[in-house]
C-alpha cells in the first residue's frame, strides 16, 4: 500500500508538468524560448539557469483560469502520489504583478480548484506567499501586503524563494515582520546555495520557524545542534538538491545525518518535473539509500504534519490518517 504523505515545500509554477506549459503556449502563440528539451522535459544546465527557465515557462500563465487548471492538474499529481496535504508556494509576483486585486482573483482561482481536488481525490492544500529573493526587497514588501490583505485559514504561511545569493535575509525583514503581524507562519529558503551562515541569518533576522532547505547546516555542527534544540522544521528536498548538482546521490545527502543529529526533517520535491521526481520518488530513493522502513517514513510524516502552518482541526484529521497508516 502506498504510504500517505504530507508536503511541505512545493512550488506552483515548478509543478506545472512541461505538456501543461507547452500546450498553454501553443494555445496562446507564445515563444518562450529554450525552455524543454529533446525529450519534452524542462532543460536547464545550473540553479541559476534553471531560475530562468523557470520565469519563462511560468510566463505563459497569464489568467486566474491558467492558474486553476494548473492547480488542479499539479494536486492531480501529488495526490496520485499518496500526498494528502500540500503547501504550496504562491506568488503575487506571477499571479497579477503585486496588484492585490488582481492577487485576490488568482488566489480565489487557486483555492476553488483546490476545493474541487479536495472533494474528488481527497487532497488537502494550503497556500504560502513567497516573494522572489532576487527581485528585491521592494517588491517583497509589496508582495508582504497582498499576503497580509489575503492571510487567514487558507492563505497560512509566508516565506522567501528565489536566488539565495542574491541580498540578505535581514533585506526582507520589513515583509517578514508585516507577515508576522498579520499571523502568518513563517519559512524561508536558505543554506540551499548559501551555506551555514545563510541558514543563521534567516533563524535570526527572519524569525522563521521552518527553513527551506537548510541542508548546508551540515557544514556546521553546532549549527545543526542549534536547528535541534529549538525545533526548527527543514523543508528538505533531496531529489531536487541532487538534480541540481548539490550532492552527487541519495547517498551522498545529508538528511539522514540531519535526522541522526536530532533535527526534525521533512521530505518535499521542490519543482517536481524539473527535477524528475515525485513525492513516491523520493520515499523510494531514501529507503533505498537509507534502509529506512515505513517506521521511519511515519515520523517524517508526522513531523510534516505537525509543522504544517494550518488549523490545528485540520492537522487532528492528517494526524489521525496517518495514525491508521501506521499502526
Ligand atoms: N524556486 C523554485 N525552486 C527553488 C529552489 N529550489 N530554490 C530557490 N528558489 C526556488
Ligand atoms: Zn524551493
Redesign the pocket.
Known amino acids: 500500500m502506498m504510504l500517505p504523505k504530507v508536503e511541505l515545500h512545493l512550488?506552483l509554477e515548478?509543478a506545472a508538468p512541461p505538456a501543461f506549459i507547452r500546450g498553454l503556449a501553443a494555445e496562446r502563440h507564445i515563444d518562450i524560448g529554450r525552455v524543454f528539451d529533446e525529450r519534452g522535459g524542462y532543460a536547464f544546465t545550473d540553479?541559476w539557469h534553471?531560475?530562468k527557465v523557470?520565469e519563462a515557462a511560468t510566463s505563459v500563465l497569464t489568467t486566474p483560469g491558467d492558474y486553476r487548471r494548473l492547480t488542479r492538474a499539479v494536486l492531480a499529481e501529488s495526490a496520485a502520489s499518496g500526498v494528502i496535504y500540500t503547501e504550496a508556494?504562491l506568488s503575487p509576483d506571477f499571479c497579477g504583478g503585486r496588484d492585490l486585486s488582481a492577487w485576490r482573483d488568482y488566489l480565489a482561482a487557486i483555492r476553488e480548484a483546490a476545493e474541487e481536488a479536495e472533494r474528488q481525490e481527497g487532497i488537502v492544500m494550503r497556500g504560502i506567499v513567497t516573494p522572489?529573493?532576487h527581485f528585491g526587497p521592494e517588491k517583497a514588501r509589496e508582495t508582504a501586503i497582498c499576503a497580509v490583505e489575503t492571510a487567514g485559514d487558507w492563505l497560512v504561511g509566508f516565506g522567501l524563494?528565489?536566488?539565495?545569493k542574491s541580498g540578505n535575509p535581514k533585506d526582507f525583514s520589513w515583509a517578514f515582520d508585516a507577515a508576522r503581524e498579520a499571523g502568518l507562519r513563517l519559512t524561508c529558503?536558505a543554506g540551499?546555495?548559501g551555506g551555514p551562515q545563510s541558514v543563521r541569518d534567516a533563524i535570526r533576522d527572519l524569525r522563521v520557524e521552518r527553513i527551506?532547505?537548510g541542508v548546508r547546516a551540515i557544514e556546521d555542527l553546532a549549527l545543526v545542534d542549534e536547528i535541534a534544540e529549538r525545533g526548527t522544521v527543514l523543508e528538505v528536498?533531496p531529489g531536487?538538491n541532487v538534480a541540481?548538482g548539490l550532492y552527487p546521490s541519495f547517498r551522498a545527502h545529508p538528511i539522514h545525518r540531519l535526522r541522526e543529529r536530532g533535527v526534525k526533517v521533512t521530505v518535499s520535491t521542490?519543482?517536481p518535473p524539473?527535477f524528475h521526481t515525485t513525492m513516491e520518488r523520493e520515499y523510494a530513493l531514501l529507503a533505498e539509500a537509507f534502509d529506512w522502513d515505513d517506521g521511519v517514513f511515519g515520523v517524517i510524516a508526522r513531523t510534516s504534519a505537525e509543522a504544517a502552518f494550518c488549523t490545528e482541526e485540520t492537522r487532528k484529521k492528517l494526524l489521525k490518517i496517518l495514525e491508521k497508516a501506521h499502526a
Open positions: 512550488h515548478g540553479f534553471f531560475l523557470y508556494f522572489i529573493r524563494a528565489g536566488d539565495e529558503h540551499e546555495w527551506g532547505h528536498c531536487s541540481l521542490d519543482d524539473f
